[in-house]
C-alpha cells in the first residue's frame, strides 16, 4: 500500500516535452513509473522518446490512454490553467511541481480541483514518491526505499535530506509527498496525516515544517485529536531573523506570528517529538517504532 | 514585494478611495516647502518597509515649515529595523473623529481573501484582535465569486451601525480595497487608520501593501514600484539573477537549493556553534551562471570567513551546481574557504567536475556544517 | 403538510419599506403568514406597521428574530445582491418575487444560492402558497383554500386563474408555487413535482408550463419516470405566432423549438392528461382523484 | 432585444475578433458606392431582425458597383417575415476554404452558458446537430469560474486537429466571443460561418446576437443599437411605457396582465372561435397611465372590432386598472365595445370605480372571452 499513487497509477505529464518536463519524465520512466501519455498543446500526435503519445488536451489523454493522475511542468503563467484542464478531463491526482504561481490564481484554482473532486499536490512542490512503485516529480528515486514511514512535509529538498537520513538508517517509506511551501496549497499536512492514517503500510509519519503561517499548529492539534500513529516533527527556520513585518492582518487573521519556536511548542504541547537536526529524525522514528 | 505608503495610497486614490493629499520628499528642504505648500499643520512619516515606524520616531507632527524641515531631517538620518530612510510623506494633518481598521488578506488556512474591519482602528489593533475578537469583523470572499455587494455592506454597517450615510462610504471603501488588491495582485492590503473627519466624511489616512512576487511578471507597473534604494546592492543583483538572498551578521556563508534546506543549514550553522552569514537559495531549476552569482555576492560581503555550499540535487542538478562553482573561481578571486557539500541528481558528474578542478566534495550535511562552521572559527 | 413554506415558517421580507414590499407585506400579515423581520439597509431600527422590527442586514434579521424565509421585493439591480445576502445569511427558503433580473447575474446567483444549500425560488415569480398556513408572495390569499391538490407554474396571473378554479370547484391546494417565467430559474418543475410527491397531503398535482425552453419535456419524462400521483398538465402559448428565431444555438442545444404543440404532445406521450382551458383543469382533477 | 448583423460584427470587432471589412447602406446609391469603393465581388446581405435571409432572397452576391446597386434595390424592396428590410450590409466577398460554426448561449436546463463549436458551419448547422450531434463540440461555462483557457484550446483543438494554428486562432476568438457575450449581457452570440480563408486565417463572416432586455439599463450604449424602424410604432410607444405588445391579425384586442395569462386568453379567443388582434401584457406593478397607453395602442389598430381585459390581480391592483380605463375612455375615443374581467388584488375597489364610471365588469374568464368574440363578429 501507500497513500495518492501506486503502481497501478497510470500519469500523463502536462509539458512532458519542455526542459525539465522531458528530464523528469525521463527519471521517472527509469523509476518504473507508469507514464501513459504526454500533453503539450501543439504537438499532438507526436511521441516523446518514441515511445510516450503527446496529445493537445488533457481530454484526448483521459480519453486515449486512460490517465488518473496528471504531473505539471508548465511555466508558472499557464500552470492555474493546467491544473484546472487536468481535473476538468477527469484527472483525480494532480502534482503540480511549478513555482511561481501567483496566490490569487491559485485561491480559484485549488476550489475548482476540489469542486470537480480532484486532489491538488502542491504547486511549488517536488511531489510524491511511493518507493518501490512510483513517482510523481522531482524527488530523486535513489533516496528513497520501500517501508513503514509515511513523509509529508512543505519542503523540497530538505525532504530529500530526511528521507535520505531514514533510508540510510534502514528506515523505508511508505509514501513521501511534499505539500508545497506556497501560502495556497491544494493538499495539506492534515489531509496527508489522514491518509497515513488509513494506509496499512504507514507506521510512523514524519512532519517536515517550516516557519510561516499556522499549518503546522493546526497539524499539532489535529494530531492529538485523531491521530493513532506515532508522528516525528521537524521545524526549520529558528534562525530565521523576525521579519520587518508591515501590516497586521496576516497575525490577525491566524493569531500567530508563524515562528519555528511557535511550532515547535505546539507540537510538543500536543505530545509531539520534534528532532533539532534534520539528521536525527531516524532516531525519533526508531524508537517511536520500537516502543 | 512591499511597496511604500506614499504608492499604495496612490493606487488605492486611483481605484476612488478617499485619500487625501501628501507628498514625498527625499531631502528635508523638499519636505519644509511642501509644507509650505500645505499651510498649517504636516504630519512627517518615514517612507521605509518596516512596521513599527512611529515608535521608532519616524513619523511626526510639524507646525509649519520650519519645524517640517527640522522633522523630516532626523527622519531622513534615521534606521528603522536595519533599514536607512531615505524617503517622507508628508502631508496636511487630518482633523480625526474616529480610527477605524479596514485590512484584506490571503488567508492560508481557509485558502480565501479575507476581509476585516473594526471600529477601534489604530496602532494597537493587533491588541484589539488578541483581546476583543469580537471587534474585529471579518468577512471571507469566495474566489470562485469575489467580494460580493452584501459583503461590503455588512461590514459596513458592522463599522458605523445607525450610521448609514457613513456605512455606505464604507462599503464602497471596501468594495474598492478588494478590487486595488486584485488589480495589484496583492496579497495584503490596510487601511489604518480609516478616519472620519470631524464631518462625517471617510478618509484613507495610512496604506499599506505587499505584493506577491509572482504577480510581477505581468504587472510590470506595479514591479516599477519597487524601491531598490531600499535594498542592499547585493538584494538587488540576487534578484536579478534570481536568487533569494537575505544578509545576517554572521561569517558563515551559505549557499543552499530550497528555502527549507537553506533554512536548516542556518539552523545547523547555529546548531554547531557558527553563526550564519546570509540566507541564500539558488531555488530550483538551477544553471551555473546563478552559482557564479551566489559566489560573487557573498564574496562581496567581507564578513564572510567560511563558504558552505549545501545542494541536495532534485530539478537542481548537482552538475550545474559544480560547473558554477568552477566557473566561478576563473571569473572572481574567492578568499574565504569553500566546503561543498553536494548529493543528488547527477551528483556523480558533478564530484568528477569538481575534481578535476581541484574541489573536493562530501555527501554529508552535519559534516559539511560541521567543517565550515570550523574553517570559519579558524578564519576569524 | 405542505410543501417548502407552513405555519411554522419565519420569515423575512426584504425590500420592506417599499411601494411593493409593504404592500404585499400587509397582505402577508392578514394571511397569517408570520413575518417577523425586514430588511431596508438604512432603515435599521424602525418598525414596519410600527410592529415588524426592520434592519440594515439579512444576518442581524436572522440572528435577531430566527428569520428561516426570505421574500425579495427590491428592484432588479439589486435583486441578485440581496438573493445572496439571504442564502449567506442562512436563509433556507428565499422567494425572489422581482422582474427584470439580468440573465447572467442569475447564472452565478443560482449557483451561489445551491452552494449555501439554500432553495430559491423565481425570480420573477409569484411566490407560493400553502393555503391556511401561510404565503410568500403575491399570490392572493382569497384566491385558494386548503386541500389536495399541489399547484406548480411558471406563470403567475394565470396561475391564480387555476387555482381559483380549483378552489371554486371544491378542490382545495396543499401548496401552490409560481416558479417563475425567466430562463433561469431557482427551483424548476421537477423539483416542485418531487417535493410534492412525498408530501402526503397532496394527492394530485397541476403543473401550468407555457411555451420556450424544454421544462416541460423534461417534467413529462420525469412524471413518467418517477412520480406515482396523478398530474394534470396545461401549456400556454398554442396561438402564439411563431418567433422570428435569429441565430442557431437555442435549438442545436435543447434540441427542442419550445412550442406549445411540442410541449402538449411531450405530455400526452408520457401519460399526462393536458387541459384545453384553464377551466377545464377542475374536470381534470376530479376524475384524477376520483379515479 | 436582437440587434443587426453589421452591429453584432461591430461589437466582436471592438472585442478583437477578426471580423473583415463591410458598411451599411440604407439606399442602393451608397450600396453601390460602397462597392466601388471595395471594388471587386460584394456581398449584399439585409440587416433584418429575422433568420432564413439567404432563402427569401436577403443575401446576394453582386460583381462591380453596378451590380451591387442593383441587387442593393431589390433587397431594399423585401419584406422578410413581415418586417421590412431598410439596411443592408456590403461587404467585399471573401475566398472561402472551410467554414466552421461558433455559438454561445444560455442554457436554461444546464443553467450555464454553453459554447459550441462545429467544424460543419454553414446555413444547415442545425440540421448537422440533429443528425449527427458528435460533430457539435460543447463548453459548459461554469459560472463561478467563466470561461477557463484550457476550455476555448480545447475547443480551439477540436474544430481544427492537427492544426495548432488554426487552433490557436480559434481559441482565442472563442474567448473574445465569450467576452463579448458578457461585456454586451447577450444571451446568445453566433459566428456563423468561422471562415478560413486560403492563407489559413480564420474571419468572422456572419455574427449574430441577442441582448437580454434586461440588461440594458445598465448598458445604455447597447440600447443605442435598438433600431426602431425595424418595429411599428405601436410596439415603439409600448415598451416606452413598460409593456409587451405584439401584433397579430385578429381582431378581438386583447389587454391582460401576465405573459401566461394573455397567452391563455388568446388561447381561449381563438378556442371559441375569435382571433386575437395582439399579445398585451400590462405586467406586474401596474398603474392607470399604462392601461391609458395600452387602450390607445389598441384602438390606433383599425382590424380591432372588440376589446377584452382580463385582469386576475396580484401585484397587479385591479383598482389601477379600473382606473386606468375609466382616465382612457375620457382622454380617447375608444369606439370598439370593451368587455371588462377583473379579479383578485382590489377587485371590490375596481368594480365600484367601473360601475361609477358606466363600465360593468365580469369575473369569469371563459365568459368573458366568449362575449370579447361574439362582439367581434357582431361588429364585422
Known sequence: MAIFADKKTRVLIQGITGRDGSFHARQMLEYGTQIVAGVTPGKGGQRFDDSVPVFDTVDEAVQAEGATASVIYVPAAFASSAICEAADSGISLIVAITEGVPVLDMLRTVRYVSDRGARLIGPNCPGLISPGQTKLGIIPGQIAAPGPVGVVSRSGTLTYEVVSALTRAGYGQSTCVGIGGDPIIGTNFIDCLDAFEVDPQTEAIVLIGEIGGSDEQEAARHIKEDLSKPVVGFVAGRTAPPGRRMGHAGAIISGSQGTAAEKIATFRENGVEVAERPLEVPDFIASALGG | ?380
Chains 1, 3 share one sequence.
Open chain 2, 1 to 380: 514585494m512591499d511597496i511604500h505608503e506614499y504608492q499604495a495610497r496612490e493606487l488605492l486614490r486611483e481605484h476612488g478611495i478617499p485619500v487625501p493629499p501628501g507628498e514625498v520628499a527625499t531631502t528635508s528642504e523638499q519636505a519644509g516647502e511642501i509644507a509650505r505648500k500645505y499651510g498649517g499643520r504636516v504630519v512627517i512619516k518615514a517612507q521605509v518597509h518596516a512596521g513599527g515606524r512611529g515608535k521608532a520616531g519616524g513619523v511626526k507632527l510639524a507646525d509649519g515649515s520650519a519645524e517640517a524641515r527640522k522633522f523630516a531631517e532626523q527622519i531622513l538620518a534615521l534606521e528603522i529595523k536595519g533599514l536607512p530612510v531615505t524617503k517622507v510623506l508628508v502631508a496636511p494633518a487630518e482633523e480625526i473623529a474616529h480610527e477605524a481598521y479596514l485590512g484584506a488578506v490571503v488567508d492560508r488556512s481557509s485558502g480565501v481573501v479575507v476581509l476585516m474591519a473594526s471600529s477601534e482602528g489604530g496602532i494597537d489593533i493587533e491588541e484589539v484582535a488578541a483581546k476583543t475578537p469580537e471587534l474585529i469583523y471579518k468577512e471571507q470572499v469566495d474566489p470562485r465569486y469575489g467580494l460580493l455587494a452584501h459583503q461590503a455592506s455588512r461590514l459596513g454597517f458592522k463599522l458605523y451601525p445607525g450610521d448609514a450615510g457613513r456605512a455606505r462610504q464604507a462599503a464602497g471603501i471596501v468594495r474598492k480595497l478588494y478590487d486595488a488588491m486584485i488589480d495589484a495582485g496583492a496579497s495584503l492590503v490596510e487601511i489604518n487608520p480609516l478616519v472620519t473627519t470631524p464631518t462625517g466624511e471617510l478618509r484613507a489616512i495610512d496604506a499599506k501593501m505587499n505584493i506577491d512576487d509572482n504577480e510581477l511578471f505581468r504587472r510590470p507597473q506595479i514591479e516599477e514600484l519597487r524601491d531598490s534604494e531600499s535594498e542592499t546592492p547585493a538584494e538587488v543583483e540576487a534578484r536579478d539573477v534570481g536568487l533569494t538572498y537575505i544578509e545576517l551578521d554572521g561569517d558563515v556563508g551559505c549557499v543552499v537549493n530550497g528555502a527549507g534546506l537553506a533554512m536548516a543549514t542556518m539552523d545547523l550553522v547555529k546548531y554547531y556553534g557558527g553563526q550564519p552569514a546570509n540566507f541564500l537559495d539558488i531555488g530550483g531549476s538551477s544553471n551555473p551562471e546563478k552559482v557564479v552569482s551566489a559566489l560573487r555576492i557573498i564574496t562581496a560581503d567581507s564578513a564572510v570567513k567560511s563558504i558552505l555550499f549545501n545542494i541536495f540535487g532534485g530539478i537542481t542538478r548537482c552538475d550545474d551546481v559544480a560547473n558554477g562553482i568552477v566557473e566561478a573561481s576563473r571569473q572572481i578571486e574567492v578568499t574565504p574557504p569553500i566546503t561543498i557539500r553536494l548529493t543528488g541528481t547527477n551528483e556523480e558528474e558533478a564530484v568528477q567536475i569538481l575534481e578535476s578542478a581541484g574541489f573536493s566534495a562530501m555527501t554529508d550535511m552535519d559534516e559539511a556544517v560541521r567543517k565550515a562552521v570550523q574553517l570559519a572559527k579558524q578564519h576569524e
